[in-house]
Protein backbone atom coordinates (compact mmCIF):
# COMPACT_ATOMS: atom_id res chain seq x y z
CA UNK A 1 0.00 0.00 0.00
CA UNK A 2 3.08 2.30 0.70
CA UNK A 3 3.76 2.04 -3.24
CA UNK A 4 0.37 3.35 -4.15
CA UNK A 5 0.04 6.09 -1.37
CA UNK A 6 3.14 7.47 -2.80
CA UNK A 7 2.05 7.19 -6.39
CA UNK A 8 -1.28 8.17 -5.83
CA UNK A 9 0.31 11.62 -3.80
CA UNK A 10 3.23 11.96 -6.43
CA UNK A 11 0.35 12.29 -9.20
CA UNK A 12 -1.57 14.51 -6.85
CA UNK A 13 1.28 16.86 -5.89
CA UNK A 14 2.43 17.16 -8.79
CA UNK A 15 -0.69 17.87 -11.23
CA UNK A 16 -1.55 20.42 -7.77
CA UNK A 17 1.82 22.69 -8.45
CA UNK A 18 0.87 22.30 -12.13
CA UNK A 19 -2.51 23.40 -11.84
CA UNK A 20 -1.75 26.50 -9.32
CA UNK A 21 0.85 27.64 -11.52
CA UNK A 22 -0.87 27.43 -14.79
CA UNK A 23 -4.17 29.44 -12.98
CA UNK A 24 -2.19 31.84 -10.74
CA UNK A 25 -0.08 33.15 -13.92
CA UNK A 26 -3.91 33.92 -15.23
CA UNK A 27 -4.60 35.78 -12.63
CA UNK A 28 -1.88 37.43 -12.09
CA UNK A 29 -1.38 38.87 -15.49
CA UNK A 30 -4.90 39.52 -15.38
CA UNK A 31 -4.91 41.72 -12.70
CA UNK A 32 -1.47 43.31 -14.31
CA UNK A 33 -3.89 44.36 -17.57
CA UNK A 34 -7.01 45.18 -15.62
CA UNK A 35 -4.72 47.55 -13.08
CA UNK A 36 -1.19 48.34 -14.57
CA UNK A 37 -1.44 48.40 -18.14
CA UNK A 38 -2.01 52.52 -19.03
CA UNK A 39 0.80 52.45 -16.33
CA UNK A 40 2.98 50.03 -17.98
CA UNK A 41 1.96 51.42 -21.81
CA UNK A 42 2.30 55.08 -20.85
CA UNK A 43 3.97 55.61 -18.14
CA UNK A 44 7.94 54.85 -16.54
CA UNK A 45 7.18 52.48 -14.05
CA UNK A 46 10.18 50.52 -12.67
CA UNK A 47 10.84 46.68 -12.52
CA UNK A 48 11.10 46.57 -8.73
CA UNK A 49 6.97 48.43 -8.73
CA UNK A 50 5.81 45.68 -11.26
CA UNK A 51 7.35 42.75 -9.19
CA UNK A 52 5.84 44.37 -5.68
CA UNK A 53 2.41 44.29 -7.56
CA UNK A 54 2.77 40.87 -8.38
CA UNK A 55 4.04 40.07 -5.08
CA UNK A 56 1.42 41.68 -3.57
CA UNK A 57 -1.44 40.02 -5.72
CA UNK A 58 -0.34 36.61 -5.56
CA UNK A 59 -1.49 35.84 -2.39
CA UNK A 60 -4.78 36.79 -3.22
CA UNK A 61 -5.08 34.69 -6.68
CA UNK A 62 -3.60 31.54 -4.17
CA UNK A 63 -7.17 31.78 -1.96
CA UNK A 64 -8.87 31.04 -5.67
CA UNK A 65 -6.32 28.82 -7.44
CA UNK A 66 -5.15 26.64 -4.92
CA UNK A 67 -8.70 24.67 -4.43
CA UNK A 68 -9.22 25.29 -7.99
CA UNK A 69 -6.00 23.51 -8.82
CA UNK A 70 -6.61 20.75 -6.70
CA UNK A 71 -9.99 20.56 -7.93
CA UNK A 72 -8.39 20.04 -11.72
CA UNK A 73 -5.29 17.72 -9.96
CA UNK A 74 -7.87 15.18 -8.62
CA UNK A 75 -10.05 15.43 -12.16
CA UNK A 76 -6.81 14.26 -13.93
CA UNK A 77 -5.49 11.81 -11.48
CA UNK A 78 -8.18 10.22 -10.86
CA UNK A 79 -9.82 10.38 -14.87
CA UNK A 80 -6.40 9.02 -15.43
CA UNK A 81 -6.53 5.88 -13.30
CA UNK A 82 -10.08 5.33 -14.32
CA UNK A 83 -9.47 5.70 -18.43
CA UNK A 84 -6.27 3.14 -17.31
CA UNK A 85 -8.21 0.23 -15.70
CA UNK A 86 -5.97 0.72 -12.51
CA UNK A 87 -9.03 1.69 -10.28
CA UNK A 88 -10.48 -1.58 -11.73
CA UNK A 89 -6.97 -3.39 -10.60
CA UNK A 90 -6.87 -2.09 -7.36
CA UNK A 91 -10.35 -3.20 -6.41
CA UNK A 92 -9.95 -6.71 -7.79
CA UNK A 93 -6.94 -6.52 -5.65
CA UNK A 94 -8.95 -5.91 -2.58
CA UNK A 95 -7.50 -1.94 -2.32
CA UNK A 96 -11.07 0.26 -2.12
CA UNK A 97 -11.62 3.63 -3.54
CA UNK A 98 -11.49 4.70 -0.11
CA UNK A 99 -8.06 3.52 0.42
CA UNK A 100 -6.92 4.76 -2.71
CA UNK A 101 -7.72 8.59 -2.01
CA UNK A 102 -5.99 8.36 1.91
CA UNK A 103 -3.30 10.57 0.05
CA UNK A 104 -5.87 12.80 -1.33
CA UNK A 105 -7.16 13.28 2.01
CA UNK A 106 -4.03 14.48 3.40
CA UNK A 107 -3.43 16.80 0.55
CA UNK A 108 -7.05 18.60 0.77
CA UNK A 109 -6.21 18.80 4.93
CA UNK A 110 -2.91 20.69 3.85
CA UNK A 111 -4.19 23.05 1.58
CA UNK A 112 -7.16 23.48 3.87
CA UNK A 113 -4.64 24.69 5.83
CA UNK A 114 -2.78 27.17 3.40
CA UNK A 115 -5.52 28.62 2.42
CA UNK A 116 -7.12 29.46 5.90
CA UNK A 117 -3.94 31.04 7.07
CA UNK A 118 -3.65 33.13 3.57
CA UNK A 119 -7.16 34.30 3.83
CA UNK A 120 -6.89 34.92 7.75
CA UNK A 121 -3.33 36.35 7.46
CA UNK A 122 -1.54 36.80 4.68
CA UNK A 123 -3.98 38.09 1.64
CA UNK A 124 -5.69 40.97 3.91
CA UNK A 125 -1.84 42.08 4.65
CA UNK A 126 -1.22 41.77 0.98
CA UNK A 127 -4.25 43.96 -0.51
CA UNK A 128 -3.28 46.78 2.53
CA UNK A 129 0.24 46.81 1.13
CA UNK A 130 -1.11 46.92 -2.55
CA UNK A 131 -3.75 50.05 -1.87
CA UNK A 132 -0.23 52.22 -0.79
CA UNK A 133 1.57 51.22 -3.34
CA UNK A 134 0.65 53.63 -5.44
CA UNK A 135 1.96 56.57 -2.94
CA UNK A 136 4.79 54.55 -2.93
CA UNK A 137 5.40 54.76 -6.86
CA UNK A 138 4.41 58.85 -5.77
CA UNK A 139 7.17 59.07 -3.65
CA UNK A 140 10.46 57.47 -5.04
CA UNK A 141 9.42 58.18 -8.97
CA UNK A 142 6.86 60.66 -9.20
CA UNK A 143 7.14 61.51 -12.95
CA UNK A 144 5.86 57.81 -13.31
CA UNK A 145 2.68 58.71 -12.70
CA UNK A 146 1.62 60.83 -15.56
CA UNK A 147 2.17 60.03 -19.29
CA UNK A 148 1.73 61.51 -22.27
CA UNK A 149 -2.13 62.12 -23.72
CA UNK A 150 -3.41 61.00 -20.10
CA UNK A 151 -5.51 62.54 -17.10
CA UNK A 152 -4.09 61.92 -13.43
CA UNK A 153 -6.75 61.64 -11.21
CA UNK A 154 -4.78 60.05 -8.50
CA UNK A 155 -4.73 63.14 -6.27
CA UNK A 156 -7.43 64.11 -4.09
CA UNK A 157 -9.40 67.57 -5.71
CA UNK A 158 -7.79 67.75 -8.64
CA UNK A 159 -7.22 66.16 -12.23
CA UNK A 160 -3.67 66.55 -14.37
CA UNK A 161 -4.16 66.17 -18.43
CA UNK A 162 -0.55 65.76 -19.65
CA UNK A 163 -0.35 66.57 -23.36
CA UNK A 164 2.89 65.15 -24.11
CA UNK A 165 5.92 63.63 -21.45
CA UNK A 166 9.91 63.60 -22.31
CA UNK A 167 11.24 62.35 -19.28
CA UNK A 168 10.79 64.96 -16.44
CA UNK A 169 9.44 67.66 -19.22
CA UNK A 170 5.84 67.47 -19.78
CA UNK A 171 3.69 70.34 -22.38
CA UNK A 172 0.45 71.19 -22.88
CA UNK A 173 -0.63 70.30 -19.09
CA UNK A 174 -4.24 71.62 -17.97
CA UNK A 175 -4.66 71.26 -14.55
CA UNK A 176 -8.45 71.38 -13.36
CA UNK A 177 -8.92 71.87 -9.33
CA UNK A 178 -12.27 70.06 -8.66
CA UNK A 179 -14.89 70.57 -5.30
CA UNK A 180 -16.67 68.43 -3.39
CA UNK A 181 -19.44 67.95 -6.06
CA UNK A 182 -16.50 67.23 -8.70
CA UNK A 183 -17.14 70.21 -10.50
CA UNK A 184 -14.06 72.06 -12.17
CA UNK A 185 -14.28 75.24 -10.22
CA UNK A 186 -10.62 76.29 -11.57
CA UNK A 187 -8.31 74.78 -14.87
CA UNK A 188 -5.41 76.29 -15.30
CA UNK A 189 -3.40 75.81 -18.57
CA UNK A 190 0.10 76.14 -19.18
CA UNK A 191 2.45 75.27 -22.38
CA UNK A 192 5.10 73.31 -20.39
CA UNK A 193 6.10 72.18 -17.00
CA UNK A 194 8.30 70.20 -15.40
CA UNK A 195 7.96 67.77 -12.25
CA UNK A 196 10.06 67.94 -8.71
CA UNK A 197 9.83 65.58 -5.59
CA UNK A 198 10.04 67.21 -2.60
CA UNK A 199 10.41 64.65 -0.22
CA UNK A 200 11.26 66.79 3.15
CA UNK A 201 7.67 67.97 2.82
CA UNK A 202 6.40 65.25 1.34
CA UNK A 203 5.13 66.55 -1.46
CA UNK A 204 5.40 67.35 -5.44
CA UNK A 205 6.05 70.39 -6.82
CA UNK A 206 4.69 71.00 -10.51
CA UNK A 207 6.47 74.10 -12.12
CA UNK A 208 4.09 75.33 -15.00
CA UNK A 209 5.68 77.65 -17.27
CA UNK A 210 3.61 80.11 -19.35
CA UNK A 211 0.67 79.75 -17.84
CA UNK A 212 -2.89 80.50 -17.23
CA UNK A 213 -6.32 80.19 -15.47
CA UNK A 214 -10.13 80.60 -15.61
CA UNK A 215 -12.26 80.56 -12.69
CA UNK A 216 -16.23 79.61 -12.01
CA UNK A 217 -18.47 81.94 -10.10
CA UNK A 218 -18.17 81.42 -6.83
CA UNK A 219 -22.08 81.81 -6.21
CA UNK A 220 -23.23 80.57 -9.33
CA UNK A 221 -20.74 77.83 -10.58
CA UNK A 222 -23.18 76.00 -13.08
CA UNK A 223 -23.69 79.40 -15.25
CA UNK A 224 -20.84 78.73 -17.64
CA UNK A 225 -21.28 82.38 -18.63
CA UNK A 226 -19.96 83.80 -15.55
CA UNK A 227 -16.65 82.02 -16.03
CA UNK A 228 -13.72 84.40 -15.55
CA UNK A 229 -10.10 84.33 -17.18
CA UNK A 230 -7.39 85.11 -14.62
CA UNK A 231 -3.87 86.08 -15.19
CA UNK A 232 -1.31 84.91 -16.94
CA UNK A 233 2.32 83.69 -15.84
CA UNK A 234 5.42 83.62 -17.20
CA UNK A 235 6.19 80.51 -14.40
CA UNK A 236 4.09 79.42 -11.42
CA UNK A 237 4.87 76.17 -8.95
CA UNK A 238 1.75 74.32 -7.90
CA UNK A 239 2.37 72.27 -4.87
CA UNK A 240 0.67 68.36 -4.71
CA UNK A 241 0.41 66.56 -1.34
CA UNK A 242 1.43 63.28 -0.87
CA UNK A 243 0.34 63.07 2.41
CA UNK A 244 -3.14 63.71 1.31
CA UNK A 245 -3.00 60.87 -2.10
CA UNK A 246 -1.79 58.85 1.46
CA UNK A 247 -4.87 59.96 3.55
CA UNK A 248 -7.01 59.46 0.43
CA UNK A 249 -6.23 55.66 0.67
CA UNK A 250 -6.48 55.08 3.61
CA UNK A 251 -9.61 56.81 3.82
CA UNK A 252 -11.68 53.80 1.77
CA UNK A 253 -10.68 50.62 3.02
CA UNK A 254 -12.16 47.60 1.88
CA UNK A 255 -13.05 45.31 4.48
CA UNK A 256 -11.10 42.26 2.39
CA UNK A 257 -7.81 44.70 3.18
CA UNK A 258 -8.83 44.51 7.40
CA UNK A 259 -7.39 42.08 9.46
CA UNK A 260 -9.19 39.81 11.50
CA UNK A 261 -8.68 41.95 14.24
CA UNK A 262 -10.09 44.88 12.81
CA UNK A 263 -13.11 43.40 11.50
CA UNK A 264 -13.68 42.09 14.66
CA UNK A 265 -13.31 45.77 16.61
CA UNK A 266 -15.15 47.14 13.76
CA UNK A 267 -18.33 44.69 14.79
CA UNK A 268 -17.94 45.80 17.98
CA UNK A 269 -18.29 49.49 17.28
CA UNK A 270 -21.89 49.52 17.15
CA UNK A 271 -22.08 50.65 13.67
CA UNK A 272 -25.29 50.03 11.08
CA UNK A 273 -27.44 47.13 10.83
CA UNK A 274 -25.98 46.74 7.69
CA UNK A 275 -22.54 47.13 8.07
CA UNK A 276 -22.23 44.75 11.01
CA UNK A 277 -24.04 42.16 8.55
CA UNK A 278 -21.34 42.51 6.14
CA UNK A 279 -18.62 42.86 8.54
CA UNK A 280 -19.94 39.19 9.49
CA UNK A 281 -19.94 38.19 6.04
CA UNK A 282 -16.51 39.09 5.70
CA UNK A 283 -15.32 36.95 8.75
CA UNK A 284 -17.21 34.04 7.33
CA UNK A 285 -16.17 33.93 4.19
CA UNK A 286 -12.47 33.72 5.70
CA UNK A 287 -12.97 30.93 7.46
CA UNK A 288 -15.49 28.85 4.63
CA UNK A 289 -13.53 29.68 1.49
CA UNK A 290 -10.57 27.31 2.67
CA UNK A 291 -13.04 24.56 3.12
CA UNK A 292 -14.00 24.42 -0.56
CA UNK A 293 -10.66 22.01 -0.15
CA UNK A 294 -12.46 19.45 1.10
CA UNK A 295 -15.52 20.08 -0.49
CA UNK A 296 -13.90 20.10 -4.27
CA UNK A 297 -11.87 16.54 -2.86
CA UNK A 298 -15.42 15.03 -2.11
CA UNK A 299 -16.82 15.70 -5.30
CA UNK A 300 -13.59 15.94 -7.66
CA UNK A 301 -13.11 11.97 -6.90
CA UNK A 302 -16.25 10.93 -8.29
CA UNK A 303 -16.42 12.98 -11.29
CA UNK A 304 -12.92 12.33 -12.37
CA UNK A 305 -14.07 8.52 -12.42
CA UNK A 306 -17.27 9.15 -13.70
CA UNK A 307 -16.02 11.08 -16.83
CA UNK A 308 -13.38 8.39 -17.77
CA UNK A 309 -11.11 10.40 -19.17
CA UNK A 310 -7.39 11.14 -19.46
CA UNK A 311 -7.07 14.59 -21.71
CA UNK A 312 -5.75 16.98 -19.86
CA UNK A 313 -8.21 19.86 -21.34
CA UNK A 314 -11.21 17.63 -20.31
CA UNK A 315 -9.85 18.08 -16.29
CA UNK A 316 -9.54 22.01 -16.74
CA UNK A 317 -13.09 22.29 -18.37
CA UNK A 318 -14.59 20.14 -15.65
CA UNK A 319 -12.88 21.88 -13.08
CA UNK A 320 -13.90 25.24 -14.65
CA UNK A 321 -17.29 24.09 -14.80
CA UNK A 322 -17.18 23.42 -11.31
CA UNK A 323 -15.61 25.92 -9.46
CA UNK A 324 -17.16 28.58 -11.19
CA UNK A 325 -20.43 27.28 -9.97
CA UNK A 326 -18.91 26.74 -6.64
CA UNK A 327 -17.51 30.57 -6.54
CA UNK A 328 -21.08 31.65 -8.05
CA UNK A 329 -22.62 31.28 -4.76
CA UNK A 330 -19.52 33.09 -3.05
CA UNK A 331 -20.24 36.27 -5.25
CA UNK A 332 -24.04 35.98 -4.60
CA UNK A 333 -23.23 36.20 -0.69
CA UNK A 334 -20.65 38.54 -1.18
CA UNK A 335 -23.17 41.02 -3.46
CA UNK A 336 -25.57 40.77 -0.61
CA UNK A 337 -23.41 41.24 2.21
CA UNK A 338 -25.29 44.58 3.14
CA UNK A 339 -28.72 42.71 3.48
CA UNK A 340 -29.31 41.32 6.98
CA UNK A 341 -32.59 39.38 6.40
CA UNK A 342 -30.96 37.18 4.35
CA UNK A 343 -27.78 36.25 6.67
CA UNK A 344 -25.15 36.00 3.92
CA UNK A 345 -22.83 35.23 6.44
CA UNK A 346 -24.45 31.98 6.21
CA UNK A 347 -24.75 31.78 2.76
CA UNK A 348 -20.97 31.90 1.93
CA UNK A 349 -20.82 28.25 4.18
CA UNK A 350 -24.02 27.10 1.36
CA UNK A 351 -21.56 25.95 -0.96
CA UNK A 352 -19.51 24.10 1.11
CA UNK A 353 -22.43 22.59 2.59
CA UNK A 354 -24.16 21.43 -0.59
CA UNK A 355 -20.34 20.11 -2.04
CA UNK A 356 -19.99 18.74 0.68
CA UNK A 357 -23.11 16.70 0.75
CA UNK A 358 -23.40 15.65 -3.14
CA UNK A 359 -19.74 14.60 -2.71
CA UNK A 360 -20.18 12.42 0.27
CA UNK A 361 -23.20 10.96 -1.97
CA UNK A 362 -21.54 10.29 -4.91
CA UNK A 363 -18.53 8.35 -3.52
CA UNK A 364 -20.56 6.57 -1.21
CA UNK A 365 -22.56 5.35 -4.08
CA UNK A 366 -18.99 4.64 -5.88
CA UNK A 367 -17.55 2.82 -3.39
CA UNK A 368 -20.63 0.58 -3.50
CA UNK A 369 -19.94 -0.16 -6.94
Known sequence: M??????VGRELIVNVLFAIAVLSLV?????????????????????????????????????????????????????????????????????S????????????????????????DVAPAAQEKLRSSIFDLATQNPIALFGGDQVIDQFPGRKIYVGKKEGNKLENIIVFQMDEHALPVRVTHARTGLLETDLTNKRLLLHLYDARYQERDAK????????????????????????????K?????????????????????????????????EINKRFSFPFACIAFALIGVPLGITTHRRETSVGFATGLIVAIFYFLFIIIADTMRGNAKIHPELLVWFPNVLFIVIGAYLFRRLSKQ
Open 2 to 7: KLIDRF
Open 27 to 95: LVVGNIFRKLLPLLVNHDVPIEFLITFIAYVLPFSLIFTIPWGLLTAILLVFGRLSADNELIALRSNGV
Open 97 to 120: VTRVCVPLAVLAVVCTAICLWLNV
Open 220 to 247: DPYDLRKIRDGISLAEGTLPISLEELYE
Open 249 to 281: EKKRPTRSALSLSQLLEQLKSGTGRSDRSATRT
